[in-house]
């Protein structure tokens, strides 16, 4: 297991277009967690599910940002009509109830609106 | 609502030389407090946790509930420190997440 993974790693879009990420977290991660970075900044917590259910969402996620984790494995981060204010770095991380709690992340996926 | 502050943008320390990093903390229950290290074009990863109360590649860091602090120590800076270092907060009252300061670039020179 290489860790948690997204993809795609870079996204430059035009304004107004919708883009997708996706997580896949460590196997057998039953939590996953979406942040937001901006430069110069510290992560923002976006969301987070444990298995398949959302249990949270910060103030943050406006009704243009959507997440799923359909099956309790994979999450995707949807980000409808794109503005300028979205570009940033999104991670995703996970972790396990069963062994401890720690929270790994991922590499990020950068996102340039144009 | 948590809060995590990390008043230094920049610390810059010559080799064998200490270096300490700053942490406030607000939360009016009890914190679980964390240290994360971003290496160049790495990913963010755990340098250390306060329960854990163990030193990681010679860095220590001490909660102290009076000060609301979580302040990152180590006695002899080596280049390899260098890096971007992030103090976080879990308020497990409210639901399992990190809060994260704006973090520290730690600059050893040679």
């Known amino acids: 297991d290489t860790g948690v993974s997204q993809n795609p790693r870079h996204k430059i879009t035009k304004r107004g277009q919708n883009v997708t990420f996706r997580c896949d977290p460590i196997?057998?991660?039953?939590?996953l967690y979406w942040y937001r970075q901006t430069l110069g900044q510290g992560p923002e917590f976006l969301t987070y599910?444990?298995?398949?259910?959302?249990?949270?969402k910060s103030r943050l996620l406006s009704d243009r940002f959507s997440a799923e984790r359909p099956k309790g494995s994979f999450s995707t981060l949807e980000i409808q009509r794109t503005e300028q204010g979205d570009s940033a770095m999104y991670l995703c991380?996970?972790?396990?109830?069963?062994?401890?709690?720690?929270?790994?992340f991922g590499e990020g996926s950068w996102l340039t609106v144009v | 609502a948590q809060r995590v502050t990390q008043p230094e943008k920049l610390l810059s320390v010559f080799k064998g030389a200490p270096v300490e990093l700053k942490c406030n903390y607000s939360?009016?229950?009890?914190?679980?407090l964390f240290w994360y290290v971003q290496y160049s074009r790495q990913r963010l990863q755990l340098l250390l946790r306060?329960?854990s109360r163990e030193s990681i590649k010679g860095f220590t860091a001490d909660l102290n509930k009076g000060e609301t602090s979580f302040h990152l120590k180590k006695p002899f800076a080596q280049e390899e420190d260098s890096a971007m270092y992030y103090c976080?907060?879990?308020?497990?009252?409210?639901?399992?997440?990190?809060?994260f300061g704006g973090g520290t670039r730690v600059l050893v020179k040679p």
């Open positions: 991380a996970s972790s396990s109830t069963a062994s401890g709690n720690t929270i790994y």
């Open positions: 196997s057998e991660h039953n939590r």
């Open positions: 599910f444990q298995n398949e259910a959302q249990l949270e």
């Open positions: 939360y009016s229950g009890s914190p679980e």
């Open positions: 306060h329960i």
């Open positions: 976080a907060l879990n308020a497990r009252a409210a639901g399992n997440k990190l809060t």
